[in-house]
């Protein structure tokens, strides 16, 4: 797999602790300012055990434990330390990472402990906003909305398979748990028994500033904080759920309606930052009871949707999106598809520029409408925030006039949001017919582009036509998931043979040297380090790669944030690495 790494003009050294601190930081605690912020350290947990395993579970619980045990034994000193100076202590073991809250000279005093990699902004997140509303009435006497029937999972339903035995997450802006269309799916209802624990959890813990009330009256928010009970502040998750599992005897709305679901609130009236993000994910890994006690990854989902990006504009630091990517592969390592939106700035090329839509790990979905040509406001590849010129989106999906639930009733949207719940219950039929794959992201995600609607398109972004497949503008194309899941009963959905994985390097970040694992790769290879600007720092025209792991002496270069090219039998992988 080729990973994804974003641009940052973030470098930091063991000297000097302003360089361990994003300049976003540093410029609001330089002017008086206190900020809230990530503590990242420098040792991450080794997952390249999980590489071996199959099955979902097995590889959540060996990602779990791994990850647990990292953050339990290396964050010991800074939690202490925090606790002394009275300052607030998060911590994280998705990520190994501590989020707090001070000024200027609590981040200098962090950012000089020796265990410490850097300081990144906890920076708002925005819901991805809904485009436009269509007019309900059109479709109000179908069976089906027009993107079940498009995509094709009416068909796979006369198979018998409705998701059955799959469970979607959902991080958004909440849920009405309570909603006709949802309650009979929510997997904390049996029967007329209802039960939260493991379903639900609240990431929401304070007002969001961006939405301007004071925090002296939470009530502002008509959920409020810290609920043990699925609410919805913006109505923009209970829409989303509904296209993946909802069921309404009217029209049918869900993808998959034979699906559970379970969900998280990461957005506070549409706001969010990183920290919530991350508790989200953190959950969906291992999913606690309403203390947020005695997680349990046997109850993670299969699949989880993100409709919602992370714009510089709308405040989210390039510090943290090295961060955001970590935590979006540990995820896909422990055999969970990710769904994310591919964003409503298009239609220009480039315009898919925003976390998580932009990582390798992500699954990103563009919209598009009843004639299957992209939707105007779908966010275009290549990704040209990392210089990669990264093909995205992955695939495309029903995005425009999209009937679904809200609390009080139901309304037609349209967006990209829109879009990737029909991805993640598509996941689900998937998994309902073939449910020895759970956990094999790789095998899922190829059904579902090789399968898809070939769509081309007259754009020519950066000297990709496109009339080539995938491309640009619809990826490998509108998916059809009945035509998924006949291949996936045929046996033939599995990862390519042919396809090498990218190459394991360990530790990372690293001090002087590297080790490079590849384990379908042996042989002779090239290896070359390029800086964020693209200039090339380090090269060795040939090292011969080994499968106990090839050390890579490099201590010549300054800390901070470099791209890994490694060239072998005419394949070439990249990937980013951090030196301090």
Known sequence: MTWIFLLTSLFFSGNDPDTRIAESLLQQGLAGQSASFIIVLHDQADLRPVRSLTGKQAKGEKTFALLQQKAISTQGSILRFLKDQGAPAQSFYLVNAVRSYGDLSLMRRIAGMPEVALLVADAPIRVEPVVEEAVASLREFESVTWGISRIQADSVWKMGYTGQGVVIGGQDT????????????????????????????????????????????????????????????????????????GIDSTNQIGVAPGATW??????????????????????????????????????????????????????????????????????????????????????????????????????????????????????????????????????????????????????????????????????????????????????????????????????????????????????????????????????????DPEQVDA????????????????KDQLGAAAIRLYDLSGKLVFAIPEVILSGAGTVIPVSDIPPGFYFLNVQVDGKQFTRRVVHY
Not at 236 to 241: A, L, Q, S, V
Not at 503 to 518: A, D, G, K, Q, S
């Open 262 to 495: 379970i969900g998280c609130r990461n957005m506070e009236r549409g706001w969010g930052s990183p920290s919530t993000y991350i508790e989200c994910f953190e959950w969906f890994l291992a999913p606690t009871d309403l203390d947020n006690a005695n997680p349990d990854p046997s109850k993670a989902p299969h699949v989880i949707n993100n409709s919602w990006s992370c714009p510089v504009k709308e405040g989210c630091d390039p510090s943290n999106f090295a961060l955001m990517e970590m935590v979006v592969d540990n995820l896909r390592t422990a055999g969970i598809v990710v769904v994310v939106s591919a964003g409503n700035t298009g239609p220009g090329c480039g315009s898919l520029d925003r976390p998580s839509a932009i990582f390798e790990s992500s699954f990103a979905i563009g919209a598009s409408m009843q004639n299957d040509t992209i939707a105007g406001f779908s966010s275009r590849g290549p990704v040209t925030v990392d210089g990669s010129l990264r093909m995205k989106p992955d695939v495309v999906a029903p995005g425009v006039g999209v009937r679904s639930s809200i609390p009080g009733g139901y309304a037609s949207w349209a967006g990209t949001s829109m879009a990737a719940p029909h991805v993640a219950g598509a996941v689900a039929l998937i998994l309902s017919a073939r449910p020895d794959l759970a956990g094999e992201v790789d095998a899922i995600e190829a059904l579902l582009e090789s399968t898809a609607k070939v769509v081309l398109s007259a754009d020519t972004c950066a000297g990709s036509p496109g009339t080539l497949i995938p491309n640009h503008t619809y990826g490998w194309g509108r998916i059809n998931v009945f035509e998924a899941v006949k291949k996936a009963l045929e046996n033939s959905a599995t990862t």
């Open 174 to 245: 909440g849920y009405k748990w309570d909603h006709e269309a949802l309650i009979q799916n929510y997997r904390g209802w049996n029967n007329g028994a209802v039960d939260h624990q493991y379903n639900w959890h609240d990431a929401i813990h304070e007002l969001n500033p961006l939405n301007m009330d004071t925090t002296s009256n939470p009530l502002n928010n008509p959920c409020g904080l810290d609920v043990d009970v699925p609410c919805d502040d913006h109505n923009h998750g209970t829409h989303t759920m509904g296209t993946m599992a």
């Open 503 to 518: 190459p394991e390097v360990w530790p990372n970040p690293f001090h002087r040297e590297m080790t490079l694992y590849w």
